[in-house]
């Protein structure tokens, strides 16, 4: 079985090399997820289709709490050109190598994906970056794509919709306050 080596996503060069994971996929999936632990926990058996869309099923979160995570179709088509590649067909998503290139356990540590990201977020120009930041960014990126605050709570995971709040920085607009249009104002003539 081809493991996943953190810097590159696989062998360095040659004719047994294999695609990188891909910073796209990474990026979805870990602003998404990066609880780390949830990230680590995370298997082929857990991808799965509900109501024709492909989610990470019945994620065990902090506090034991338990959702769904929609996942974008082109992230789970880079997943599986990984995962074919990478012979990986049961088990976690993620797998550790040793030095010497060998698969190492049954899985990836925290301290894995600290490098990994670390190592992407060199690549993007970006001197100091935690993966608990790619969160952050996802909720601030749903919410400027339209997101209800309530559907960024469940992605997240988040029990108190406060939480949701101050990931996104969420202050008040009383200049162009909401309730200002609301389309049942009486008319000004």
Known sequence: ?????????GPHSGENAWPPLGDNVWRTIGRKLTRRGELLDLTIE?????????????LVGKAGHVRTVPVPTWVKAAVDAWTTAAGVTEGPVFRAINKAGRVWGNGMTPKVIWEVVRA??????IEKLAPHDLRRTCARLCHLAGGELEQIQFLLGHVSIQTTE??????QKLQCAVNDRLGIEPDAA
């Open 1 to 9: 079985m081809a493991p996943y080596h953190p810097k590159t996503g």
């Open 46 to 58: 857990s991808l799965q289709q509900r109501e024709e869309h492909w989610v990470i099923a019945d």
């Open 166 to 171: 101050q990931y996104l920085g969420c202050q």
């Open 120 to 125: 992407a977020a060199l690549r993007a120009g």
